[in-house]
């Protein structure tokens, strides 16, 4: 079992930059690939960013390539996404997720959820 505390959220205006942390206990961190996704009002929860185990490879949301960066310290048993230039339509709640036979984009695919983290961007 994994429990995944997301934190960092919060209010930013527009152009701003803020940092998640997606931080796991229990079973070995380094061993599960992790995702960010998030969900906007009325809207379906969607893929934002993915990392593997070792951090070598990553993929990214078009609408967040070059702005957003994913990365993890797997000695801290953490996941971070770094948001720059922070547009309103960022503005969702995010979750990080961890599962160990993901495929980046896939929902279905990751095992464990945290409970979310707010973020909200005014123009």
């Known amino acids: 079992q994994v429990q995944l505390v997301e934190s960092g959220g919060g209010l930013v205006q527009a152009g701003g930059s803020l940092r998640l942390s997606c931080t796991a206990s229990?079973?070995?961190?380094?061993?599960?690939?992790v995702g960010w996704f998030r969900q906007a009002s009325g809207k379906e929860r969607e893929f934002v960013a993915g990392?593997?185990?070792?951090?070598?490879?990553?993929s990214y949301a078009n609408s967040v390539k070059g702005r957003f960066t994913i990365s993890r310290d797997n000695a801290k048993n953490t996941a971070y996404l770094q948001m720059n230039s922070l547009k309103h339509e960022d503005t969702a709640v995010y979750y990080c997720?961890?599962?160990?036979?993901?495929?980046?984009?896939?929902?279905?695919?990751?095992?464990?959820w945290g409970q979310g983290t707010q973020v909200t961007v005014s123009s």
């Open positions: 997720a961890t599962g160990l036979r993901f495929s980046f984009g896939v929902k279905a695919s990751y095992d464990y």
């Open positions: 229990g079973r070995t961190f380094s061993t599960y690939g």
């Open positions: 990392i593997n185990r070792n951090g070598a490879t990553t």
